[in-house]
């Protein structure tokens, strides 16, 4: 049973910063793309980061550059997203998700991840 469980979530102030965690289990984590996205509320679920399986490529979101970063350690099946200079309007739900298709190339489409957590609360406040 594939699991990917989310957290680090909380409250912080703007200007500040926070690191987000996604624990996977159940598939062979090393061989998968990973990204996270976020949704706001009244918004649609938007993609955010996403890292290649080996760490060696990521891409980002124009909003996020050069304030988010994203990593992996495949030693601990985990997934990263390092926030700083953090905004209001980054306040949403993140939520990590796995691309199993062994795409040659990194993808930000919602629908194109098949496996995703319950997501973790991010509030950035003014």
């Known amino acids: 049973q594939v699991q990917l469980v989310e957290s680090g979530g909380g409250l912080v102030q703007a200007g500040g910063s926070l690191r987000i965690s996604c624990a996977v289990s159940g598939l062979i984590f090393r061989r998968y793309d990973m990204a996270w996205f976020r949704q706001a509320p009244g918004k649609e679920r938007e993609f955010v980061a996403a890292?290649?399986?080996?760490?060696?490529?990521?891409d980002y979101e124009d909003a996020v550059k050069g304030r988010f970063t994203i990593s992996r350690d495949n030693a601990k099946n985990t997934v990263y997203l390092q926030m700083k200079s953090l905004k209001a309007e980054d306040t949403a739900v993140y939520y990590c998700?796995?691309?199993?298709?062994?795409?040659?190339?990194?993808?930000?489409?919602?629908?194109?991840?098949?496996?995703w957590g319950q997501g973790t609360q991010v509030t950035v406040s003014s």
């Open positions: 890292i290649s399986w080996s760490g060696g490529s990521t």
């Open positions: 998700a796995a691309d199993l298709s062994r795409s040659p190339s990194l993808r930000i489409g919602v629908g194109e991840y098949g496996y």
